[in-house]
């Protein structure tokens, strides 16, 4: 057994939201731990795979003052108008860039070139600790700070620190042991999600369609290929993955329609569960939960990793506030300053995500009838589209010191 040592801050877990929170974190003058059961590559991590994520304007912003959008920028595909529209129904609706005056609505990365943007010089970065391969297996509260236990293939070590931050994930250890309260809701679907060539080019636009049964979104990327995300019922998943090309083709043209033209070829399909689970309290005694570990979203808005970032954003403001080696750094004043700027947001992007999924998988008239109006009121009205473009953008609400640009600064 190692000897204890003393860190400001352990983050548990170097995903997407662990490891750019520990970006921002370097040169803050902390003591910080960053741990990961995985292996010290990127591709060692089960997200960063093969699926596109749709980054909002304010997480480019977020990444650009630390110093990483410049390193994904090539990568990354404008989205310059969102187009929502309902199989087989009147209704449909266009967010433009134009109408929030942003060069663009968002961008699409593929996880694995953010996981490689994210992982490069992590074990550089100025006062982190990278401890690779080790994972958490559990940890009590002594005198006011957290003992943690961890586990390497060679030995068991333990580490001691005045805040907790849990950024392990949907299956989060941490929210389990220390007994968080979340709410959950299973919808009985999965997502297959593989990249698709088209025969008319995307034009950067991002393509939404509610299909009976469940969205089908097309995601602009590179190359001119678009990223496919087809929410399916759970039971039919097996026999969508295992159809050959040209059945899947058609299948999924069938939902989508023609606007992108022929898909002409299709890439390796992946499938994921999906659920949503929302902790109600994400911050006490000590540990902040962010990321997945608080949040899991079902895709249909391309939320998660954002709001993740948006959770990053505020931890990293509230450590700048209190200082290295301060008694307040994971007191009970900061749990409840952390919930103060969080709550409101994570729990309206889980509603409305949520009420996304409902509204556009139940099949009863006059619901039909009134989504199809809710778009077509979309569509028409100016303040409304800027309104629901600013709020996918994540411009709503009071924004961060890494949003402004200020990584260093109060
Ligand atoms: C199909 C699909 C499409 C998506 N599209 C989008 C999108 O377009 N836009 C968007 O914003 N989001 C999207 N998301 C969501 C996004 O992928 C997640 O929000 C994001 O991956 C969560 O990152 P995280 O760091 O919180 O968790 P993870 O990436 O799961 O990382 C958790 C880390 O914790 C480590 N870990 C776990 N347990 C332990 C332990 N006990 N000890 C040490 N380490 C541990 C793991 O090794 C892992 O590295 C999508 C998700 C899916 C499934």
Redo the contacts with the bound molecule.
Sequence with gaps: MHTANIYDVVI???????SALAHALSGSGLKVAL????GARADA???FDD?????AWNSRKVLESLGLWQHLQAEAEPIKQVHISDRGHFGFARLHHQDVACEALGYVVP?RVLGTVLHTGLSALDGIDLIAA????GFQRIDGLIQLHIKTAEQAMSLQTRLLLA???????IREQGGFRLRDWHYDQA?V?CNVQTALPHQQIAYERFAGKGPLAM?PMSQNRSAM?WTVPQTSVADVLQMNDSDFIQASQKRFGFRLGRFQRVGQRHS?PLSMRVVEKPAQAGIIL????AHT?H?VA?????L?LRDVAAVHELLLQHGSGDAAIGAESMMQAYLQQRQLDLQLTGVATDMLVRLFTNPLSPLKMARNGALLALDLIPGLRSGVARAGMGLLGRSSLLSRGMRHEI
């Design positions: 548990s877990g170097a995903g997407m939201a662990g741990l990961d059961a995985g991590r089960a997200s699926r596109a994520i749709a980054l996880a080790a994972e958490l297996s950024a392990d994930g949907d299956r989060s250890l997502a999600v995601l995300v994921y962010l990321g997945n570990a979203l895709p391309g939320q998660g990793f954002n993740g």
